[in-house]
């Protein structure tokens, strides 16, 4: 299951919802975000987007 994350105001895509996880990359490095509330502020348009990562069950695999 993948959904993508984006900018409320422009679209840019801000990261990327896999498995009930957000991935967000940047220069090379991956992040996954497990739980909890995550804010962003978009490259393009600099508004604050937020997100919360619902508890996942299942493992990363
Ligand atoms: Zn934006």
Do not use: D, F
């Amino acid at each position: 299951m993948k959904k993508e994350w984006r900018c409320s105001n422009c679209s840019t895509l801000l990261g990327v919802i896999e498995n009930g996880n957000l991935i967000l990359r940047y220069k090379g490095v991956e992040y996954v975000v497990t739980k909890g509330q995550t804010m962003a502020v978009c490259r393009k348009c600099h508004r604050t987007n937020t997100i919360v990562v619902p508890v996942t069950t299942g493992s990363l695999a």
